[in-house]
C-alpha cells in the first residue's frame, strides 16, 4: 500500500489547479477608471477645510460601510495597520500602560501598541475558537492595564459577551480586530461594533480588497473624532479644537487615496454573499470529513455568524499516530502545486505566536534604552500561553480553499485526498523524517518535501 500515496512516489490523487480569487471585476474597473478620468486621485487636504476628510469616494465608501454594518462612523485608513496606531493613539494611553492581546495574530496588533509607548500582554485563547480566552484576560488584568485588543482570527467572532463583561467591571476599553471577519456576527451583533473601537483591513488576502487599505468602525463620536485628526495631521486644525480634543493630536498621513476607495466600494455590498458561500463551503467538507478520529473542527453557537477568513482543522497527533506536518505534507502531495496563497491547499498553524519573536524575546523596542520594554517589568517566556503554543507546534492546519471562487469539484478533491492520507495512515507511521521538517518555520521558509 506504501507506493499508493503521492508522498512516496503514487499517482496523487488530483492534479487541476485550484481556482483562484479573482475579484476585481467590472465594478471595481470602472469605479477606478472614474476616478482616473477624473485626475483626482486624492482628496485629502491636510488642514481646514472641507477636505479634511477626504474626497467624494472616500466619503461615499465609509457612507456605505456604516450603512452595511449598522456602525455611526467610519474613517478608513491606508491600511489596518495605520488604523490600529491611529486607534491606540487617539486613546491616550500613558507609556508603560498595558493592552491586553492574543500572541495567535497578525505582528501588527502587538507592534501598534509598542509604537505607542505601551506594553502588549499576551492573554491565552480558546483552543477551537482561536480568540482570546475570558479567563486568560482576567489573570491578565493589572492597575496598568487600560485596554482590550480582541482579534475575531479567521473570521471567527471571539465571546464579546463575556469580554465586555469583563472589561466593564474593569473599566477597560474593548478595540476589535476585524481584520479578518467582515460580515461576522456575535449573537447577532456585527463584529467591530460591539466594543469601543475597531475595524478591518483591505489588503490583498482579505474579503474586501484594494491592494492595501483599512477602515476603523466606532459609535464614540469623541474617539472618531480623534481618529479623523490622527489620519489627517490633526495638528494643524490645533487652533480651531476645544481643549479636550487637542491630548496626543499630532497627526500622521494614514490617508486612503480616491482610487482605493471606489475599488472596495462596490465589494461591499457583496459581503453577505460572499460569507454566505464561505460558510457553506465550510459545512460541506465539515459534512464529508466528520466522525474521523484525531480530526476536529471549529464550532460556534448558532446565533453568530463566522465570515470564514480561512478554515482551521484540529489534529491529534496521538490519535492519529502521525507528526501533524507529516500528515500535512501527504495531503499536499496529493493535491495541486499551488500558484496563489489562495489555492495553498493546507498550511500548518498560523503565525508563530508572537511573544516568540526576537521583538519581545530581547525586548527591542525603540531606542537606545529599549522603550517601552523599560517602562515594564514583564517577561516573555516559553510557555507563556500553551494553548496557543500547542496550536501553533502540533494541532492546527489551515486551508483557504473555501474561498467563494472554489468549485465543488475542488472541495471534493480535497476532501478525496484527506480520505486517501487517512486510509492509508499506517505507512505513514513508519516514515523517517528529518527533525527540522517537524518545525513549521522551518517546512515554510524551506519547503522541504518528505522522501
Ligand atoms: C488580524 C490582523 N490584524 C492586523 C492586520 C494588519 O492589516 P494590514 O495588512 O491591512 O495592515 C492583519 C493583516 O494581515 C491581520 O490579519
Known amino acids: 500500500m506504501k507506493n499508493n500515496l503521492a ?38 487636504i491636510g488642514g481646514p477645510g472641507k477636505f479634511f476628510d477626504g474626497g467624494h469616494e472616500i466619503k461615499n465608501m465609509e457612507k456605505k460601510w456604516n450603512e452595511e454594518f449598522g456602525s455611526t462612523f467610519s474613517i478608513s485608513t491606508n491600511s489596518w495597520t495605520t488604523g490600529l496606531q491611529t486607534i491606540i493613539q487617539s486613546l491616550n494611553f500613558d507609556p508603560g500602560d498595558e493592552v491586553i492581546v492574543p500572541p495567535y495574530t497578525m505582528s501588527a496588533c502587538a507592534s501598534t501598541i509598542i509604537l505607542n509607548g505601551c506594553i502588549p500582554v499576551f492573554a491565552d485563547i480558546h483552543p477551537r475558537r482561536l480568540t482570546l480566552d475570558p479567563q486568560s484576560i482576567e489573570a491578565c488584568i493589572t492597575s496598568r492595564t487600560r485596554a482590550i485588543m480582541v482579534v475575531h482570527l479567521l473570521g471567527c467572532p471571539a465571546e464579546m459577551d463575556k469580554i465586555c463583561e469583563i472589561a466593564n467591571k474593569n473599566d477597560l476599553i474593548v478595540i476589535e480586530d476585524g481584520a479578518q471577519s467582515p460580515g461576522a456576527m456575535f449573537k447577532g451583533k456585527n463584529v467591530c461594533n460591539i466594543g469601543d473601537i475597531g475595524g478591518f483591513s483591505f489588503n490583498f488576502h482579505k474579503h474586501l480588497h484594494c491592494g492595501e487599505g483599512g477602515l476603523i468602525t466606532t ?25 479636550g480634543m487637542l491630548n496626543n493630536i ?31 463551503n465550510v459545512d460541506f467538507l465539515k459534512e464529508r470529513l466528520s466522525g474521523i478520529p484525531g480530526i476536529e473542527f471549529q464550532n460556534i453557537e448558532s446565533e453568530s455568524l463566522h465570515s470564514h477568513y480561512m478554515m482551521p482543522i484540529f489534529v491529534d497527533e496521538d490519535i492519529l499516530e502521525i507528526k501533524r506536518n507529516v500528515f500535512l505534507r501527504a495531503i499536499n502531495a496529493e493535491l495541486p502545486i499551488p500558484s496563489t496563497w489562495d489555492t495553498n491547499p493546507l498550511a500548518e498553524g498560523y503565525v508563530k505566536p508572537l511573544y516568540i519573536n526576537k521583538l519581545y524575546q530581547r525586548k527591542i523596542g525603540q531606542g537606545r534604552n529599549n522603550f517601552p520594554f523599560n517602562q515594564t517589568k514583564r517577561e516573555y517566556p516559553n510557555g507563556l500561553c500553551p494553548v496557543t503554543e500547542n496550536l501553533y507546534q502540533k494541532e492546527l492546519l489551515l486551508t483557504p480553499l473555501i474561498h467563494e471562487f472554489i468549485s465543488r469539484k475542488s472541495l471534493e478533491a480535497f476532501a478525496n485526498a484527506f480520505e486517501k492520507v487517512l486510509e492509508n495512515i499506517d505507512s505513514l507511521k513508519s516514515l523517517k523524517v528529518d527533525k527540522d521538517i517537524l518545525d513549521p518555520i522551518e517546512v515554510i521558509n524551506n519547503n522541504k518535501s518528505i522522501k
Request: aromatic residues 6%; charged residues 25%; neutral net charge.
Open 219 to 243: 459609535n464614540n463620536p469623541k474617539l472618531a473624532e480623534k481618529c479623523r485628526l490622527i489620519r489627517n495631521h490633526g495638528e494643524n486644525l490645533a487652533d480651531d479644537l476645544e481643549e
Open 7 to 44: 508522498i512516496f512516489g503514487g499517482v496523487p490523487s488530483y492534479s487541476t489547479p485550484f481556482e483562484e480569487r479573482k475579484i476585481i471585476g467590472k465594478n471595481e474597473t470602472d469605479g477606478a477608471l472614474k476616478v482616473l478620468n477624473s485626475q483626482l486621485l486624492s482628496g485629502f
Open 250 to 280: 499630532f497627526g500622521s498621513n494614514f490617508r486612503l487615496t480616491e482610487l482605493q476607495a471606489a475599488i472596495v466600494s462596490p465589494q461591499i455590498e457583496n459581503i453577505k454573499n460572499i460569507v454566505t458561500i464561505r460558510n457553506k
